[in-house]
């Protein structure tokens, strides 16, 4: 795909403008000349300039009505195979609409910008909402061999007609299109040096080629990536674009669904229970080395009770010789226990060190020396873990024991749901934390002998733990 163009008409949208670039680098943007002072490329007439970059074949993102890229664009529609992605955004971002381009991959990169927007893009392709997959435009491997027939075929999946798929096709078997062994429509999946389909050629069947010499040999990457606490605002640049060009996701399904506006409609969720650490990071090396680009997804951090150390461990006990050529990469995220101490200024200002309340993987007699040795040496400590349906006593195990070396009226920092639906902060002291403030959503942060808090006028309480004694 060629480089995006944005249009801009005035310097209101430079802002909106700039946020695309964060997903887009590589787009360039072009301002109406003297209604724009910011740095970019300036034209002089709207319509020869947005037409002149659709018949060049540039993806065009209008900062601007819908209207008026319609209008311009409208005498020059006469091929849909060939048309360039086009979408409008509102000028103030809340609003993100495809409006050309379905076959070179719009509603994918609409719903790129809306993550980046925070916003829910106005896509309206049937096909493409309900099935999550573009059958006009496959894959690159894939070349879709009777296209005229596409139109019947797709009418008849959207008014229920079941289909059964013919060779292996993973964009296809991992889309929610209507699949089933007597299905009355056939999707038939062909290596590109057999010529003549099982099926007949019909509006009944789609045939597509699969060229393998397409697919890049000695591709098998594994990116762990760490997504942050859940807001897409705390999300790393290198972190989106990871998840935008993997083939494939693997997480636990929660963090899984808060990445989800970054997914591409060919990118395959491989959902797993939260507790099976190693078993998913085992799934996920066999499945780079299968010459994929996959991604782990984590939340918070990938290295901070999470699952770096999980693929490390995999990596070192099985030593499978088809992973020793692996691409792996530690991409990191905000942790949790940062993203807390952000909501009421610097608890963790000086000395702090973090501890998992859980004893699944490490004994309590453990958990305990750790609690009882980072509050005598006068640590700002940080709990992860610290309840769950299963754990009620450890929390209170843990304030006993802080309270042998801290005093009651210690700062104490509960965060939940950070970033996410729910968000809550309150901060209380060390003698009032109960079990019922806590659960596994929650990062507990403990202050030190010195950390302080100190109100503003407007009410607003911060906590902090100043850089000397």
Not at 335 to 352: C, E, I, N, R, Y
Not at 372 to 385: E, G, K, R, V, W
Request: charged letters at 20%.
């Amino acid at each position: 795909m060629k480089p995006p163009a944005i249009v801009i008409l005035g310097e209101a949208s430079i802002s909106v403008a700039h946020q695309i670039q964060t997903a887009l680098p590589e787009a360039l943007v072009y301002g109406l000349a003297d209604r724009v002072q910011s740095k970019v490329i300036t034209y002089e007439n709207f319509g020869e300039t947005v037409r002149e970059l659709f018949q060049a074949g540039m993806p065009i993102i209008g900062v601007c009505a819908a209207g008026i890229l319609i209008r311009t664009i409208a005498p020059l529609l006469t091929n849909k195979w060939q048309e360039p992605p086009v979408l409008a955004i509102a000028e103030d971002g809340s609003a993100v609409v495809p409006l050309l381009g379905g076959l070179q991959g719009v509603n994918d990169l609409a719903r790129q910008l809306a993550a980046v927007l925070h916003v829910a893009p106005a896509i309206t392709t049937t096909g493409d909402i309900r099935f999550r997959t573009t059958l006009l435009s496959p894959p690159p491997a894939y070349t879709l061999v009777n296209p005229d027939d596409a139109k019947t075929f797709i009418a008849d999946l959207l008014a229920g007609v079941t289909v059964k798929l013919i060779g292996e096709a993973p964009w296809l078997e991992n889309s929610r299109l209507p699949f089933a062994e007597a299905g009355k429509l056939t999707i038939q999946i062909l290596p590109k040096s057999q010529s003549e389909p099982t099926s007949t050629l019909s509006k009944d069947c789609l045939v597509y080629e699969f060229n393998s010499d397409l697919i890049e040999p000695n591709r098998g990457k594994l990116a762990i990536v760490g997504t942050g606490p859940g807001s897409a605002e705390w999300m790393s640049p290198e972190v989106k674009e990871i998840l935008e060009s993997a083939t494939d996701w693997v997480g636990y399904k929660t963090y899984l669904d808060l990445a989800e506006p970054l997914r591409k409609t060919q990118t395959i969720r491989h959902e797993s229970d939260n507790r099976v650490e190693l078993d998913r990071a085992r799934f996920a090396l066999d499945l780079a080395a299968q010459n994929r680009t996959v991604a782990i997804v984590s939340s918070g951090d990938p290295g901070i009770y999470a699952m770096a150390a999980a693929v490390f461990e995999v990596l070192e006990r099985e030593a499978k010789s088809e992973w020793q050529a692996l691409e792996i990469q530690v991409c990191p995220g905000i942790s949790a226990m940062q993203a807390a101490a952000a909501q009421v200024g610097a608890p963790l200002g000086h000395d702090f060190c973090a501890i998992s309340l859980s004893d699944i993987l490490k004994p309590w007699d453990v958990i305990a020396q750790r609690i009882a040795a980072a509050a005598q040496a006068d640590f700002a400590i940080a709990f992860y873990n610290p309840v769950s349906k299963q754990r009620t006593w450890q929390l209170e195990k843990a304030k006993a024991i802080l309270l042998q070396w801290r005093s009651p009226e210690t700062p104490v920092v509960l965060a939940c749901n950070l970033g996410r639906p729910g968000q809550t902060v309150t901060v209380k002291s060390l003698d009032q934390l109960a079990i019922e403030d806590a659960d596994m959503r929650t990062v507990i942060l403990i202050g030190s002998s010195k950390t302080r808090m100190i109100q503003q006028r407007q009410g607003k309480q911060w906590v902090y733990t100043p850089r000397s004694y």
